[in-house]
């Protein structure tokens, strides 16, 4: 655990590192007169007048609510249903990981491709069925191997959804 721990923080001290040399954009003039709740205010107008950034924010808050707290809950399935300990708890854990840098690489491969609209759709209802599959796992392969599909699906309807809100906007 203590390498593991010591190893993510080398990551946030390099994360850090790379932040340091960026250097503050400008401001736009006027941007600064509207304040804390016009900003707010107008964020929200934003959002309800695009149609494609109100979907892709709905979109995201049901993901959000009943998709993506699965990986809390792993612990609870792990002693709960699949009877196994911490070390294989682990193995739940890397396979989600695996599957979300699998899934990066695949939204970087098909960033260009059309009818994205569609491919969030069934990442999105991919990831749903996916849950239902874990649930009815009982052996520790079984779990990892979905597991390894729900970290895959779950950055590919993140990396699309962005792709869309980076070309809508």
Same mark, same amino acid.
Request: net charge neutral.
């Given at each position: 655990v203590?390498?593991? #721990?010591?190893a993510?923080?080398?990551?946030?001290?390099g994360?850090?590192?790379? #932040?340091?040399?960026?250097?503050?954009?400008?401001?736009?003039?006027?941007?600064?007169?509207?304040?804390?709740?016009?900003?707010?205010?107008?964020?929200?107008r934003?959002?309800?007048?695009?149609?494609?950034?109100?979907?892709?924010?709905?979109?995201?808050l049901?993901?959000?609510?009943?998709?993506?707290?699965?990986?809390?809950?792993?612990?609870?399935?792990?002693?709960?249903t699949?009877?196994?300990?911490? !070390?294989?708890?682990?193995f739940?854990?890397?396979?989600?990981?695996?599957?979300? #840098?699998?899934?990066?690489?695949?939204?970087?491969?098909?960033?260009?491709?059309?009818?994205?609209?569609?491919?969030?759709?069934?990442?999105?209802?991919?990831?749903?069925?996916?849950?239902?599959?874990?649930?009815?796992?009982?052996?520790?392969?079984?779990?990892? !191997?979905?597991?390894?599909?729900?970290?895959?699906?779950?950055?590919?309807?993140?990396?699309?959804?962005?792709?869309?809100?980076?070309?809508?906007?």
């Amino acid at each position: 655990v203590g390498g593991v #721990l010591l190893a993510q923080a080398a990551l946030i001290v390099g994360s850090i590192g790379a #932040l340091l040399p960026m250097r503050p954009q400008r401001v736009a003039i006027g941007a600064r007169a509207l304040g804390l709740f016009g900003s707010i205010g107008e964020g929200a107008r934003h959002i309800i007048e695009e149609d494609i950034t109100r979907w892709a924010i709905v979109l995201q808050l049901v993901f959000a609510l009943l998709a993506q707290p699965f990986i809390q809950l792993l612990p609870a399935v792990a002693v709960e249903t699949l009877g196994i300990g911490a !070390l294989e708890l682990s193995f739940l854990v890397a396979a989600t990981g695996v599957g979300s #840098l699998l899934g990066a690489f695949v939204v970087a491969a098909i960033g260009g491709a059309e009818r994205r609209g569609l491919m969030l759709l069934v990442a999105m209802g991919a990831t749903g069925g996916m849950l239902a599959l874990l649930g009815l796992q009982r052996e520790l392969f079984g779990a990892v !191997l979905v597991l390894f599909g729900l970290g895959l699906l779950h950055q590919l309807f993140h990396g699309t959804l962005l792709v869309i809100l980076q070309v809508a906007t």
